[in-house]
T-cell receptor, first 111, second 116 residues
Framework: GQQLNQSPQSMFIQEGEDVSMNCTSS?????WLWYKQDPGEGPVLLIA?????ELTSNGRLTAQFGITRKDSFLNISASIPSDVGIYFC???????????FGQGTTLQVKP | DGGITQSPKYLFRKEGQNVTLSCEQN?????MYWYRQDPGQGLRLIYYSQIVNDFQKGDIAEGYSVSREKKESFPLTVTSAQKNPTAFYLC???????????????FGDGTRLSIL
């Protein structure tokens, strides 16, 4: 079936550093979503992208919908300890309409 | 406040036992979903429902069953046929796909199911 490749799988960074993670697919998507999940809780929507090339910010977070419609990235600037968690990308397939999730990027921030 | 409520937070299942996970939403969303999350993996779709009294199998429906008798409720039953049920189960909802196909899903806080 369709898959999203999310990378990196994990990151361990120093507080204040910028972070970048991305998702790629072999299929075309018409929506990209980025979620954050804290331990023992459900994912919370961070940013939603609906158009190729769209660049959207939410505070220190910025995400872009790739021009090819097959990728997306999420940047976090000036990381802080509460940024710790698992970040998931999700893409809605143009072919099937299904929402497909990446495997997640685990972020750890050292104070 | 509007939201999605899953209960219980933790659930234990004995061998051969069926258990039911509750999911209630007061967001007036038509579509509801159940996902399974295992360590190091993305979310996998078990079942989804776009409207009351209708539901569809997802990618890993075997060993699970659902019902959608009310708009607000979408309970998931993990049957004894599911041989590896230990996982974190997440319920989500969204505006109905046909009219707003790009609307994102919003999640509950999950139920962690373990085998005794």
């Amino acid at each position: 079936g369709q898959q999203l490749n999310q990378s990196p799988q994990s990151m361990f960074i120093q507080e204040g550093e910028d972070v970048s993670m991305n998702c790629t697919s072999s299929s075309i998507f018409n929506t990209w979503l980025w979620y954050k999940q804290d331990p023992g809780e459900g994912p919370v929507l961070l940013i939603a992208l609906y158009k190729a090339g769209e660049l959207t910010s939410n505070g220190r977070l910025t995400a872009q919908f790739g021009i090819t419609r097959k990728d997306s990235f999420l940047n976090i600037s000036a990381s802080i300890p509460s940024d710790v968690g698992i970040y998931f990308c999700a893409g809605r397939s143009s072919n099937t309409g299904k929402l497909i999730f990446g495997q997640g990027t685990t972020l750890q921030v050292k104070p | 406040d509007g939201g999605i409520t899953q209960s219980p937070k933790y659930l234990f299942r004995k061998e051969g036992q069926n258990v039911t996970l509750s999911c209630e939403q007061n967001l007036n969303h038509d579509a509801m979903y159940w996902y399974r999350q295992d360590p190091g993996q993305g979310l996998r779709l078990i079942y989804y429902s776009q409207i009351v009294n209708d539901f569809q199998k997802g990618d890993i429906a075997e060993g699970y069953s659902v019902s959608r008798e009310k708009k607000e409720s979408f309970p998931l039953t993990v049957t004894s046929a599911q041989k590896n049920p230990t996982a974190f189960y997440l319920c989500a909802s969204s505006i109905r796909r046909q009219t707003n196909s790009n609307q994102p899903q919003h999640f509950g806080d999950g139920t962690r199911l373990s085998i005794l």
